[in-house]
């Protein structure tokens, strides 16, 4: 299903937004992330003891620097594939007792001196809730039931005690659960069939909710759109455990294929289809089952990744050695890529009626939004801006609004839009947002797919009298293959907008080829008298 719709001879594009006409609030957790056990995330990455910007537990405050400039409000931990090979009891209590271990997932060798505890910690100086991940992989519900009791009993137990013992005496509270990871996928360790996981992550879901029925619970949903399994999974999984569980998840990720630029900057209908067959599988089970409930969707790993080529440089007989925190998937994210995962969160936004959770994989190095040296700085990568830019000005409610313009060619997925857009309205005055404005806040998010001709752009606001372009900004570049290296951090960066203004009530900006656009306007409010 197609966001937009599209008149193929328009030469703008356009939309009227309103304020009755409302999608869902913007949930915080779509601006999600993601930490696990792979390549140099977590060591080297958020956790370097010794590094310059280490703080007494080792975490490299120039990295919690930029994690709280992107704005992430959840972080998902340990994994991922890493986590269906992981004993949690192995990441906690003295560094020195702890065991070192082969990580299959990522070939590699994982010393512990970084667990659940650090973990927490440095959630908690990020700012952050945490989100954990459980392996159904390799073990089950007498594991699931332990760490969520080290976690969030309060004491008097052996495992709450020993989190005491561990030196934190205060439960963690940790509220969203992942029961297991890709449970779908081959590759996973302890792999089942979708009849098998159902059955198992409804009885982890039954214990843990004996623990506390307000607990969160998210069921791996399928690991790709293109998984064969694909709906059947959904439909089974949820036959088993609908009742028991919040959401069920959903991964996504796009790469460029070859030099299909075209093809690669429409990613995101795709991931817009992905997201509404997940929702149709779910209300077929609803409906099945008479249940009023509506299953919302967690996209709790989503980006642009280099896969093909990660893939190619794993094929072949595994390397005889383990490192310890190897360089993978480091790439250097382009602008292209910038505008494909701003596309991306316009998607997430537009369809916050039912995805309220959702975790760009990942936060540091291996896929990640910021980039680290050993010993040396932390960067923003291209796509850092356009995820920061959104979980800052996106707020309040997502506004409905399509798009009408022209259509530009996309390889084999045919004509689309070539503008992509979505505004979302703070009503204000409510004094939450400290330093914010608070009179009416409106906001415009927007992407240029075309790799050839700029189109205009015209938000009719009529519906919000009243405001003034507060800032307008544009990221594009004449190379769109330009990226933010460790010789060039930041080439790439939003700029303020050259052709941005508010006429009227009407907002214009030109948008150029293989561009994000952010234009942010607000109202007088109390303070402004
Ligand atoms: O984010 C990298 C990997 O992608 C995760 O470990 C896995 O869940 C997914 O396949």
């Known amino acids: 299903m197609t966001p937009s719709f599209a008149a193929p001879d328009a030469a703008r594009a356009s939309l009227t937004p309103a304020p009755s006409d409302v999608v869902a609030p913007v949930h915080r957790r779509l601006f999600g992330s993601f930490v696990e056990h792979m390549g140099r995330t977590v060591y080297t990455g958020i956790f370097e003891p010794g590094h310059p910007t280490a703080d007494e537990d080792g975490f490299r405050t120039d990295v919690l620097e930029l994690v709280r400039e992107l704005g992430v409000t959840v972080v998902r931990y340990p994994g991922g594939n890493f986590v269906s090979g992981y004993r949690w009891e192995d990441g906690v209590g003295p560094v020195a007792e702890r065991p070192t271990r082969l990580n299959l997932?990522?070939?590699?060798?994982?010393?512990?001196?970084?667990?659940?505890?650090?973990?927490?910690?440095?959630?908690?100086?990020?700012?952050?809730?945490?989100?954990?991940?459980?392996?159904?992989?390799?073990?089950?519900?007498?594991?699931a039931l332990d760490v969520l009791e080290y976690c969030n009993h309060p004491g008097g137990t052996a495992l709450s005690d020993l989190r005491a013992a561990h030196g934190s005496p205060h439960p963690y509270g940790v509220r969203m659960w992942c029961l297991g990871n890709e449970m779908d996928g081959p590759w996973q360790l302890g792999h089942l069939t979708a009849a098998e996981y159902g059955r198992l992550a409804a009885e982890t879901a039954r214990g843990m909710r004996q623990f506390d029925p307000k607990l969160e619970l998210v069921a791996c949903g399928s690991s790709g759109r293109s998984m064969p399994t694909f709906g059947a999974w959904e439909e089974t999984v949820?036959?088993?455990?609908?009742?028991?569980?919040?959401?069920?998840?959903?991964?996504?990720?796009?790469?460029?294929?070859?030099?299909?630029?075209?093809?690669?900057?429409?990613?995101?209908?795709?991931?817009?289809?992905?997201?509404?067959?997940?929702?149709?599988?779910?209300?077929?089970?609803?409906?099945?089952?008479?249940?009023?409930?509506?299953?919302?969707?967690?996209?709790?790993?989503?980006?642009?990744?280099y896969l093909k080529e990660h893939m190619a440089r794993m094929a072949g007989d595994p390397p005889a050695d383990w490192p310890v925190a190897p360089r993978l998937s480091e790439?250097?994210?382009?602008?292209?890529?910038?505008?494909?995962?701003?596309?991306?969160?316009?998607?997430?936004?537009?369809?916050?009626?039912?995805?309220?959770?959702?975790?760009?994989?990942?936060?540091?190095?291996?896929?990640?939004?910021?980039?680290?040296?050993?010993?040396?700085?932390?960067?923003?990568?291209?796509?850092f801006h356009p995820f920061a830019q959104t979980a800052a000005a996106a707020q309040g409610w997502v506004l409905r609004g399509d798009v009408c313009?022209?259509?530009?060619?996309?390889?084999?997925?045919?004509?689309?839009?070539?503008?992509?857009?979505?505004?979302?309205?703070?009503?204000?005055?409510?004094?939450?947002?400290?330093?914010a404005p608070d009179g009416p806040r409106v906001a415009v998010f927007a992407v240029n797919r075309s790799v050839t001709g700029t189109v205009p752009l015209e938000v009719d606001l009529s519906a919000f009298p009243g405001l003034r372009l507060r800032r307008a900004t544009l990221l594009q570049d004449d190379d769109w293959r330009a990226a933010n290296t460790l010789a060039a951090p930041g080439r790439v960066a939003p700029r303020p907008h050259p052709d941005a203004a508010l006429d009227g009530r009407v907002l214009r900006a030109a948008l150029p080829p293989v561009s994000w656009n952010v234009l942010e306007l607000s109202g007088a409010g109390r303070s402004a008298g």
Not at 125 to 136: D, K, S, T, V, Y
Not at 334 to 343: F, I, L, M, W, Y
Not at 352 to 379: F, H, K, M, Y
């Open 238 to 305: 949820l036959s088993e455990a609908y009742d028991l569980v919040d959401h069920i998840s959903a991964h996504a990720y796009y790469q460029l294929d070859g030099d299909d630029l075209p093809r690669f900057l429409a990613s995101s209908l795709d991931l817009a289809d992905f997201l509404d067959d997940v929702t149709v599988r779910a209300d077929r089970v609803a409906a099945r089952l008479g249940s009023p409930k509506r299953m919302s969707i967690s996209l709790d790993e989503w980006n642009v990744w």
């Open 105 to 143: 997932a990522w070939h590699s060798t994982e010393p512990n001196t970084f667990g659940l505890g650090e973990f927490m910690r440095w959630a908690e100086r990020a700012g952050i809730e945490p989100m954990m991940a459980l392996n159904l992989g390799t073990r089950g519900v007498a594991e």
């Open 405 to 435: 313009g022209p259509l530009v060619p996309a390889g084999d997925r045919g004509d689309v839009p070539a503008v992509d857009a979505v505004v979302t309205w703070h009503p204000g005055d409510d004094g939450s947002d400290e330093g």
């Open 331 to 383: 790439d250097d994210y382009t602008v292209a890529d910038a505008v494909v995962v701003g596309s991306m969160l316009i998607t997430l936004l537009r369809r916050a009626d039912r995805v309220t959770a959702a975790c760009l994989a990942q936060l540091v190095n291996s896929l990640g939004a910021i980039r680290t040296e050993p010993g040396g700085p932390a960067w923003r990568q291209s796509i």
